[in-house]
């Protein structure tokens, strides 16, 4: 499930604004409304200690969520985002590393004028990686303020 709900990208370019979004959870978590969001792994969570793979703060959740016992991606919740944000939606690299859901909250890197892969092979970064679509084809990254 994509996180950016406010339309689906027909072509790359496109840009939205992010204050809000649906997101999967990660493995065996709970969420709580209020409480801080955090990706771990690509997947959203609470912060919690022992954990050396978290993201800083992204937002907080307007709602209680169970994935207790449940493989990362199987629910989702909704975040309110700290601050606004802005991303384009550009192409996936279909033929040689293409960005994953896992990769959620990390780098990408251009691979075309429009397209992004998961390595940097002698690559220039292209930014952060906030979403995929459903299908993979599209990869939303995180514009500079």
Known sequence: MASVR??????AGQVER????IVQLAA????????????????????????????TL????TQDVSNTGGA?????????FYHEFQVVWLNNDTE???????????????AGPLTVTSTADGNSAAGEI????????FVAVKLEA
């Open 18 to 21: 992010v204050t809000r979004a």
């Open 130 to 137: 906030f979403d995929l679509t459903d299908d993979g084809r």
């Open 72 to 80: 990362a991606g199987a629910k989702v919740a909704e975040v309110d």
């Open 28 to 55: 065996d978590v709970a969420v709580r409304k209020g409480r801080p969001a955090v990706i771990d792994g690509g997947y959203y969570r609470e912060p919690a200690a022992g954990i050396e793979t978290l993201s």
């Open 96 to 110: 040689g590393a293409p960005v994953q859901k896992a990769d959620r909250g990390g780098q990408c890197f251009w």
């Open 58 to 61: 992204r937002g907080r959740w």
């Open 6 to 11: 406010k339309f689906r990208p027909q072509t």
